[in-house]
């Protein structure tokens, strides 16, 4: 058993029951010359935690850890995106439209991958995720079942929309969650601030939250 001195108590985890889930690290998102950017969004905040990720990542393999990678993605054919989703407010692009690095959040497409830093190994578990929660129309919940996993670590982008989301169906299904800061991040500092401290407020209502380095320091202890 490994404990992190996390926000707002420790988090327990046993290592064989625990996936390491990295949230849509997906180029278009993080990249400079990506979709992101071209909405006038600064991606540097969000290329910044590619290190602390990097550093989380490396040690979760290294210790054997299961890793899931998600990303938000929809069918060429955009039969799994609903229009009230292509359709919200004036966008420039819209899902499914050419973008500067190919078709905007089409599975397949350049902008679509996750960064090259980060990039799934094989064995490790790639969702395509239609919608913001990652349990949505996935099968993750049946696979993470199926392999006994209780508890989730969770890194990626962005804070208040696909990882709170994620991280909110999750608890709802009763996996305990932990979400590490610096290894997370929004377009917007003060969403991210906000999403942290009402998922951990009332005693973990959602989760827990700790530092990449809390978490790093607590493994290397076990
Ligand atoms: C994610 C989004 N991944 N903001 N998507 O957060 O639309």
């Keep these: 058993m490994i404990t992190v001195a996390a926000q707002p108590f420790g988090f327990?985890?046993?290592p064989a029951r625990t996936a390491l889930v990295i949230i849509d690290m997906q180029r278009d998102f993080v990249e400079p010359g990506g979709f992101g950017e071209s909405l006038g969004n600064d991606?540097?905040?969000?290329?910044?935690?590619?290190?602390?990720c990097r550093r989380v990542l490396d040690a979760w393999r290294e210790?054997?850890?299961m890793?899931?990678?998600t990303r938000e993605a929809h069918r060429g054919d955009l039969a799994d995106c609903p229009p009230a989703k292509r359709n919200r407010g004036a966008p420039r692009l819209r899902i499914g439209d050419v973008g500067p690095m190919g078709r905007i959040l089409v599975a397949g497409e350049p902008g679509n991958q996750i960064v090259a830093e980060l990039a799934p190994q094989p064995g490790e578990?790639?969702?395509d995720k239609p919608g913001k929660g990652a349990f949505?129309?996935?099968?993750?919940h049946d696979k993470l079942q199926r392999a006994g996993v209780t508890h989730l670590v969770f890194m990626g982008v962005?804070?208040?929309?696909?990882?709170?989301?994620?991280m909110r169906e999750a608890n709802d299904r009763g996996y305990e969650c932990l979400l590490l800061e610096d290894c997370t991040e929004s377009y917007f500092p003060a969403f991210k601030t906000a999403a942290i401290e009402m998922m951990r407020a009332q005693g973990a209502i959602v989760g827990w939250t700790a530092t990449s380095g809390e978490l790093l320091a607590a493994m290397q202890d076990c």
């Design 12 to 14: 327990a985890f046993e």
């Design 43 to 52: 991606v540097s905040r969000l290329t910044a935690i590619v290190p602390a």
């Design 63 to 65: 210790a054997g850890g």
């Design 67 to 69: 890793v899931v990678h």
């Design 125 to 127: 578990w790639e969702i």
């Design 136 to 140: 949505y129309a996935t099968f993750l």
């Design 158 to 166: 962005t804070t208040e929309v696909c990882v709170q989301t994620s």
